[in-house]
């Protein structure tokens, strides 16, 4: 056993102990288990919001990103930051009606404002489906770090299935407190990694950044500034305003608003979390190192740069410490997804939809049950899934960023908007989504008499304006109808 | 109102300030222009948002007692 290896595995035991041990002096009731009992301080509120944000995807997503596109990498740092600034006023609302209310989930608040179970339903379907790509993202990710890492002595597949098994542990046991806890670790790991690589090799490679950034633009002339066409600048503003807001609408990072103790942590937050953010940038900076010292990596591989130069450059052991904390960006995310899809499936389709009288205990018996049964899923999709995963990943994002109208709308303090309404938005900016990213659609297509540089524009706002317009002419309609009810009622 | 006001620069600076500064040439802190023009921007949103917090009203009120729960 190399010594990379015996990091790594030293580091999957901790994260389990940990999870485990999180449960201790806590009875796990369905709030217990799905939101901590709404007890959780800044500390640990801005760990879980901000763990969202540090998951392989950024890891090796970011790193490869750079590595194989350059610019259009630069999106990745903004939209987070802006959706902070909306967070300031966004989720303080939102908690204070979760308390009151007792409301546990995302589909569980929209179900709760609109005063409509078949909403919350449609809301769970919409969930779910997005979280699942997510979470095989996650275990490939787990896949790729574990066989790199180890030289080849445990297959992705051997590496999927124990990463699996630890986070269905101590998510059936722990709940979110087991998710808390590993993200102190994984926060720790990754900033001191991240940090390492991101100053050590450009320097050891280049002499610093300027002259790092001087050699790439001289060999890719382009590389670095956003292109004419294609990932232009307009796809920069049009993406990065699109994913702001649908930035807070994954259903586990709403339900970690829930975990708050009181709402001014949010508004401390919007203010710590765009430096957080910026620990990105190492990440670009490990990617524009790799691309001209390990050139020649294609396709899905170039997720790979990150790993193939800490090979070339470093120790074992110290590609042990790297693959560690890439092991902790895989599971920590992975059991948030795994905690939210089994609430979401046993509190809001399950009780919403199918046994309204359902008690609390029995949720949080059946939402335990499914962590193991969706872990499975994930991992047969991550090793059966194939191509088709991608599209779905693709669509994640956009699904989610459907919520956000019906969101807003709801906070509203004189609401217009009906839940029919609501309703029909999703559905309709979810049928758009689905059709588009299927059809590999792109608004030049769609509308060639477009000017040039508005045919960039990234497609996902093509959704969600049809999702808007629904939902006000609906609205519109079925307002009418009540007005004309109650009028009726009182003549 | 001037609290939004403020919190709307970012979206400003970020959404419709990089068509201008689209540039490799010159690099500042080592980074290309575009970059470190949207990292100077990330910077601001933290101190604006800090300063945000401080004018708010809302943050003014004592703070409710008690200290960090532990999960």
């Excluded at chain 1, 300031?88 to 979760?98: E, K, N």
Aim: no cysteine; net charge positive; aromatic share 12%.
């Amino acid at each position: 056993m190399s010594s990379a290896l015996l990091i790594i595995a030293a580091f999957t035991l901790l994260a389990l102990g940990l999870g485990l041990r999180a449960r201790r002096g806590h009875d796990m009731n369905l709030e217990q288990w799905s939101v901590g009992g709404r007890s959780f301080g800044t500390a640990f509120v801005f760990l879980l919001m901000a763990g969202e944000i540090y998951t392989t995807f950024t890891f090796l997503g970011g790193s490869g990103f750079a590595y194989g596109k350059g610019a259009p990498v630069y999106y990745i740092l903004p939209y987070a930051t802006l959706a902070y600034i909306l967070s300031y006023w966004l989720l303080p609302p939102i908690w204070r009606y979760a308390k009151a209310n007792r409301v546990v989930s995302q589909p569980n608040f929209l179900a709760s404002k609109y005063a409509s179970p078949g909403l919350g339903v449609l809301v769970a379907i919409v969930d779910v489906v997005a979280l699942v790509p997510y979470l095989v993202l996650q275990f490939k990710g787990l896949g790729i770090i574990v066989a790199t890492t180890s030289y080849g002595a445990i297959s992705p597949a051997a590496a999927i299935w124990i990463g699996a098994l630890v986070v269905t542990a101590y998510v059936t046991i722990s709940g979110v407190r087991g998710s808390a806890w590993n993200s102190v670790t994984k926060d720790l790991m990754i900033l001191g990694v991240v940090l390492f690589l991101g100053i050590y090799l450009p320097l050891h490679y280049y002499g610093g950044y300027a002259p790092m950034f001087h050699a790439i633009d001289a060999a890719k002339p382009g590389f670095l500034s956003f292109p004419e066409k294609g990932s232009s600048v307009t796809w920069f503003q049009s993406t990065v305003a699109l994913t702001a807001l649908g930035f807070f609408m994954w259903p586990h990072t709403f339900a970690s608003v829930f975990t708050a103790r009181d709402e001014r942590i949010f508004r401390r937050n919007a203010a710590v979390l765009p430096v957080y953010q910026l620990i990105l940038l190492f990440v670009f900076f490990v990617g524009f190192a790799a691309t001209l010292k390990v050139p020649g990596l294609k396709g899905g591989d170039i997720d790979l740069s990150l790993f193939r130069l800490s090979l070339a450059t470093f120790d074992p052991w110290f590609v042990g410490v790297i693959g560690a904390a890439g092991v902790l960006t895989a599971l920590v995310p992975g059991s948030m997804i795994l905690n939210a899809a089994a609430t979401l499936i046993a509190n809001d389709i399950y009780r919403g939809g199918i046994a309204r009288q359902a008690s609390d205990a029995q949720v949080t018996r059946l939402a335990r049950v499914l962590v193991p049964v969706i872990a499975l899923v994930g991992v047969g999709f991550t090793l059966h899934g194939g191509e088709t995963i991608v599209a779905l990943l693709l669509m994640g994002y956009s699904f989610v960023t459907q919520l956000f109208p019906a969101v807003l709308a709801s906070l509203a303090a004189r609401r217009w908007v009906t839940w029919q309404g609501a309703f029909a938005g999703i559905v309709a900016g979810v049928a758009v989504v689905t059709i588009t990213t299927l059809t590999h659609a792109t608004l030049g297509q769609w509308f060639p008499f477009l000017p040039e540089r508005l045919k960039d524009t990234n497609i996902g706002l093509v959704a969600l304006s049809v999702n808007v317009l629904v939902l006000l002419i609906v609205s519109a309609l079925t307002q009418s109808r009540t007005a004309a009810q109650s009028q009726a009622h009182s003549l | 109102m001037v609290l939004r006001l403020l919190a709307a620069l970012p979206f400003i600076g970020i959404l419709l300030g990089v068509p201008f500064v689209n540039r490799v040439e010159p690099l500042v802190l080592g980074m290309p222009l575009v970059l470190a023009w949207i990292v100077a921007w990330v910077v601001l949103t933290a101190v604006i948002m800090a300063l945000v917090y401080r004018l708010d009203p809302a943050n003014r009120t004592a703070a409710s007692p008690g200290e960090e729960v532990r999960p």
